[in-house]
């Protein structure tokens, strides 16, 4: 596996507009519940007295990810704090997370065993422990992907999202660092901050919210589609770019190195040919990237279509 080199990590989050979806169905978010006990996912209960912190996995814009362990069991949890003076905009970011969290129950989803609210205002989430770091950790760590790595991959993620968009979840931050990896090499799908529930069918969606490079074209521009498009697309775009950017190891839309503003972004993205494969590559695979990467939202496949893809076949899951 070639290792990748001169690829400089970018994460060009847009801030959160005032209006920053504003939904009775969604906002305000359940009342906090004072909580010190969790589900350990088999039937017992975890007590927080019983986690002891061993060390930190990483800070993120919410909060700090801490290892932790099960004093009693010695097994391992990862768990969220978020603490009560945060920015009142993250704040609200944890609780969208906390709501969706609540509701899903899915392998391919990381798990959610309980949050812990304090009377201080904290709020610490249990999560499952993903020991493998995120695809973009292991793509700095180990290099590129090879074409069968990367169906393995795509057929997690895509039954994650087909799973989400059936509950009207849209995730709308897919990319390498938000899809996590646990000791037996699955991965699940991750960081729930600014997703949103879709409460009718014709909801909009906030389209700037997430992480600008790998926001599909409608999501930049609204206006060119009348603001009416799919919303759910825009996860499929971001997972077309995120398999190519393990494919060929920097950014897809930019040469290796370069380090993007928001204009450059927007007019590769929205007026820029579609990033070509490097030799080599399967037309199974050019095809399965092209079906996520049509600019028209709604010419793009859907999760579910996805997965009866070519590219997804010829890699059966057992072998890949
Ligand atoms: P941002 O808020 O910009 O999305 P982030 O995704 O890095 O940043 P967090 O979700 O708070 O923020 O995660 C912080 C770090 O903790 C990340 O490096 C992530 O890989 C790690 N992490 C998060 N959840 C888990 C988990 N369940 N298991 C293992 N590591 C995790
Ligand atoms: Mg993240």
Redesign the pocket.
């Known amino acids: 596996m070639a290792v990748v080199r001169n690829r400089r990590p970018f994460?060009l989050?847009l801030p959160l507009p005032e209006t920053f979806d504003r939904r009775p169905c969604f906002n305000p978010p359940l009342p906090p519940t004072a909580t010190t006990t969790a589900s350990s996912g088999s039937g017992t209960a975890v007590a927080y007295s019983d986690l002891e912190k061993i060390n930190v996995?990483?800070?993120?814009?919410?909060?700090t990810?801490y290892k932790v362990r099960h004093k009693r069991t010695s097994k391992l949890y990862?768990l969220?704090v978020v603490h009560a003076d945060t920015d009142s905009t993250i704040r609200r970011q944890i609780f969208r997370e906390m709501e969706i969290l609540r509701r899903t129950d899915s392998p391919h989803i990381?798990r959610c065993y309980g949050i812990f609210e304090k009377p201080s205002g904290d709020v610490e989430i249990l999560?499952?422990?993903?020991?493998a770091?995120?695809l973009d950790t292991l793509l700095h760590a180990k290099g590129t992907f090879s074409e069968d790595q990367l169906a393995r991959v795509a057929r997690q993620i895509l039954k994650g999202l087909s799973y989400l968009h059936a509950l009207k979840i849209v995730h709308r931050d897919i990319k390498p660092?938000?899809l996590?990896v646990n000791a037996n090499m699955e991965v699940k799908i991750?960081?729930f901050?600014v997703s949103k529930i879709m409460c009718r069918s014709l909801d909009s969606c906030n389209s700037y919210v997430g992480t600008c490079a790998y926001m599909s074209p409608e999501r930049f521009d609204p206006d060119s589609c009348g603001g009416n498009y799919n919303v759910y697309a825009g996860d499929i775009w971001s997972l077309g770019l995120t398999l190519l950017e393990l494919y060929v190891g920097h950014f897809p839309f930019l040469p290796a190195g370069q380090r993007p503003d928001w204009a450059t972004l927007m007019c590769a993205i929205c007026f820029g040919d579609r990033p070509s494969l490097p030799d080599g590559s399967s037309e199974d695979f050019r095809s399965f990237i092209e079906c996520c990467l049509q600019k028209e939202s709604s010419k793009r496949w859907t999760a579910s279509q996805l997965l009866t893809h070519p590219f997804l076949s010829k890699y059966p899951a057992s072998e890949s």
């Open positions: 994460n989050r996995l990483g800070h993120g814009n919410g909060g990810v990862a969220k990381v999560m499952e422990y993903m020991g770091g995120s660092s938000n996590l991750a960081d901050g």
